[in-house]
């Protein structure tokens, strides 16, 4: 198994552009989600997914879209890049939205300029 | 609403020091509680998790006791090593049922440095 996979791993972009955040898991999991990592925030909760084709808000979606078409794929779209949107992205999994552990992806580490 | 509440770091020791860094949290109902770390470069990984009240959870030599009576779940290192250089973030799950009661809400992690 790879586990939780995140492309790219180092992104940069000026005001206003838009991208996608590509995350897949191969663990069949039904429980999805983004996190944002910011300097003495700890991780705060973007969108996360229940399973293929539910998507919630989290703590702090303004900004960011998701779709989940598959159980594997869970992309996470930035529609008008903003400086504020700095950060460390992470993808999560597990397998139930009860279950205790969770599995993160590497991380996307994304400068908006 | 849910929140964790981790000691302010950076945290720096020599090698074989004991290790404390404090974590208390405020929550309805009995959640989980977890302790995640960060290795340089990598995402997070599970490193102990206690379910209910008085559980120990341990793993790697780390231990943490959850105190539903002081609502704390401190995690300890007798003998630190190099390796144990990482970021550490203290983390809870509602008990709840309904779906936005099973997100995981973090501390702000604390920064460990070990020094040889």
């Known amino acids: 198994n790879a586990g939780v996979t995140q492309t790219p791993k180092f992104q940069v972009l000026k005001t206003g552009q838009s991208m996608t955040l590509q995350c897949a898991q191969d663990m069949n999991h039904e429980y999805m989600s983004w996190y944002r990592q910011d300097p003495g925030m700890g991780l705060r909760l973007i969108h996360y997914s229940v399973g293929a084709g539910i998507t919630d808000q989290g703590e702090v979606p303004n900004g960011y879209n998701v779709s989940r078409s598959t159980t594997e794929d869970f992309p996470l779209r930035l529609l008008s890049a903003a400086p504020s949107q700095t950060s460390v992205y992470f993808c999560?999994?597990?397998?139930?939205?009860?279950?205790?552990?969770?599995?993160f992806g590497p991380g996307t580490r994304l400068t908006v300029l | 609403g849910n929140s964790v509440t981790q000691m302010e770091g950076p945290v720096t020791l020599s090698e074989e020091a004991f290790l404390t860094i404090n974590c208390t949290y405020t929550?309805?109902?009995?959640?989980?509680l977890f302790w995640y770390v960060q290795y340089p470069g990598e995402g997070l990984q599970l490193l102990l998790k206690?379910?209910?009240?008085?559980d120990k959870g341990s793993n790697k030599g780390f231990e943490a006791t959850y105190r539903k009576e002081t609502t704390s779940f401190h995690l300890e290192k007798g003998s630190v090593q190099v390796s144990d250089s990482a970021v550490y973030f203290c983390a809870l799950k509602s008990s709840r049922g309904e779906t936005s009661g099973s997100r995981l809400t973090f501390g702000e992690g604390t920064q460990l440095t070990v020094n040889p």
């Open positions: 999560a999994s597990r397998n139930t939205v009860t279950t205790d552990t969770q599995y």
């Open positions: 206690a379910t209910k009240a008085d």
């Open positions: 929550a309805t109902g009995y959640p989980s």
